[in-house]
Nanobody
Framework: QVQLVESGGGLVQAGGSLRLSCAAS????????MGWFREAPGKEREFVAG????????NYADSAKGRFTISRDNPGNTVYLQMNSLKPEDTAVYYC?????????????????WGQGTQVTVSS
């Protein structure tokens, strides 16, 4: 069974940085798109960043552009989200997602598999 486990969340001051990671197990995911979504209290889960199985294929939400960077290990089993210049509005539970066999993750069409989430809290 496919499983995704996120880590790296925590409490940070505004302007600080965090690096999230997501480890996938249960298969080979080289030919799969992976991404990050987040869910703030009282809000719907929203797309943050995605990365495809081809080099250079990344996409970001407007709120993440210029501050966040998504990357993945060459085997495709681990994806990262480097978050810089964090703002209080970035506070949310961040979820890893994988879309098996997809070139990329379209923001409104995530894959079927989710991690348990990792909490990111940014204080002002």
């Amino acid at each position: 069974q496919v499983q995704l486990v996120e880590s790296g969340g925590g409490l940070v001051q505004a302007g600080g940085s965090l690096r999230l990671s997501c480890a996938a197990s249960g298969g080979a995911f080289t030919r799969s798109a992976m991404g990050w979504f987040r869910e703030a209290p009282g809000k719907e889960r929203e797309f943050v960043a995605g990365i495809g199985w081809m080099a250079g294929s990344t996409n970001y939400a407007d709120s993440a552009k210029g501050r966040f960077t998504i990357s993945r290990d060459n085997p495709g089993n681990t994806v990262y989200l480097q978050m810089n210049s964090l703002k209080p509005e970035d506070t949310a539970v961040y979820y890893c997602n994988i879309k098996i066999g997809a070139f990329t993750i379209v923001p409104r069409t995530p894959g079927d598999y989710w991690g348990q989430g990792t909490q990111v809290t940014v204080s002002s």
